[in-house]
């Protein structure tokens, strides 16, 4: 009897003796893992075990603080001293490295031998080694390759730089040159020009040697700011890209370009017997020079002693005759015809209120040119007839070089 009341109303003897952590681990293994207690099963506890850590870190930094802040004057005297320490070592360390490649003769360059160059095609060594003549007896590491780089870039013909040291007692310099794209003429003198509008020189042997074949540019002065000069090659490149678009390189057929007004692209246009002077502005170019072609023979026909075309007007083109041979006159750009004065639509007579005097001074001045939507525009006969003087001069040039072609692409005939 005593043995079943212990059963069901207390605990066996060996569960008495029991740890309570052992009988409180056996509720947890038997009860399914649901989430929430079951009935009889023992709240969860916090383990102040885990506490004891942080408790024991606060109070250490509290008293003594972390090791790069110490709290105590000689602690932070030590940390102080150790970091000199460091410090001068590291100084000293670079003081005698320092001394010891400036004075080893290993890393000295003895002469011009050890300047190598590459990339070099137009320009030459000579043109390169008085950027490096104060180098010469100087250790390697102690030149200035970005001030170097930058006089390097100076050579007209360089175009960007690279400079480098190779140990133990040389310097490689990699040269990428400028490419020309047009021949610019200033007075009698015939150079190169590239993209940016630096003007390049070279002799009448090497263009005839590498046998270039540009249109001639004027109007690129190297004297100009260089931004000023990018922005007219700036419009030659576009003139001749529309061009040649197609496939057909119609740039070919294009003698000389006069760059002075970005905003004009004037081309000197080879005719048989004749030079025509067309301006195109500074878009639509292709559009323009079909229109050129479409009606030059009839013009020309027309007008024996056409001079200049203006083809900057939508609605119309203006012809301008040779001095002497009379006023400019209008033509409508569809056809080609003249443009009627009584015909409000298209003629520029009517556009201007001064255009009854216009026939009488365009033949005294030969040059007065009329927009119809701007009104006049300033006479061009001095810039016309310099024009004429610099083609005979271009002639005369071309002529020299060994062609016969005095209205021509210079190059071609080299």
């Not at 905003?263 to 017997?273: N, W, Y």
């Not at 009517?350 to 033949?363: L, M």
Request: charged share 25%; net charge neutral; hydrophobic share 35%.
């Amino acid at each position: 009897m005593a043995t079943q009341r212990s059963l069901k109303t207390g605990s066996l003897p060996w569960e008495e003796e029991a740890p309570a952590e052992n009988r409180f681990r056996r509720v947890q293994q038997a009860s399914p893992q649901t989430g929430r207690n079951l009935p009889g099963m023992p709240l969860e506890m916090d383990d102040d075990a885990d506490d004891d850590l942080p408790r024991r870190r606060r109070r250490y930094e509290t008293e003594s603080g972390p090791w790069y802040r110490p709290v105590s004057k000689l602690s932070r005297g030590l940390l102080a001293a150790g970091a000199l320490v460091i410090l001068s070592g590291f100084i000293t360390c670079s003081v005698l490295l320092s001394r010891f490649l400036e004075r080893d003769g290993r890393f000295r360059i003895a002469g011009t031998e050890d300047i190598q160059a590459t990339g070099l095609s137009e320009v030459t060594r000579a043109q390169i080694l008085p950027v490096f003549g104060a180098d010469i007896g100087k250790n390697v590491f102690f030149i200035h390759l970005a001030d170097r780089r930058k006089e390097l870039e100076q050579i007209p013909w360089v175009e960007r730089a690279a400079v480098m040291r190779l140990l133990p007692d040389q310097i490689r310099v990699t040269v990428k040159e400028r490419t020309p794209i047009a021949f610019a003429r200033e007075g009698q003198q015939i150079d190169l020009v590239d993209a940016n509008g630096v003007v390049l020189s070279m002799s009448p042997e090497a263009m005839t040697k590498h046998h270039y074949s540009f249109p001639v540019v004027t109007g690129i002065d190297p004297r100009d700011p260089a931004a000023s000069r990018r922005a007219r090659m700036a419009v030659y490149q576009r003139l001749i890209g529309d061009l040649d678009s197609t496939g057909q390189h119609y740039s070919e057929q294009i003698s000389e370009i006069d760059l002075t007004d970005p905003e004009d692209a004037r081309v000197l246009m080879p005719e048989q017997g004749a030079d025509i002077l067309a301006h195109f502005g500074d878009d639509q170019f292709m559009a323009r020079y079909q229109r050129y072609r479409a009606h030059i023979a009839e013009w020309r026909q027309q007008y024996p002693r056409l001079a200049a075309v203006d083809l900057r007007y939508d609605n119309q083109v203006v012809l301008e005759m040779a001095k002497g041979a009379g006023a400019q006159t209008a033509v409508n750009a569809g056809d080609g015809k003249p443009v009627s004065a009584a015909d409000p639509a298209q003629g520029a007579d009517s556009a201007n209120p001064d255009s009854a005097d216009r026939a009488g001074s365009a033949s005294a001045d030969h040059g007065t040119r009329v927009n119809p939507h701007s009104g006049a525009r300033p006479s061009a006969r001095s810039a016309r007839e310099k024009r004429k003087q610099a083609a005979a001069k271009h002639a005369a040039a071309l002529r020299h070089h060994g062609t016969n072609r005095p209205v021509s692409r210079y190059g071609q005939g080299l």
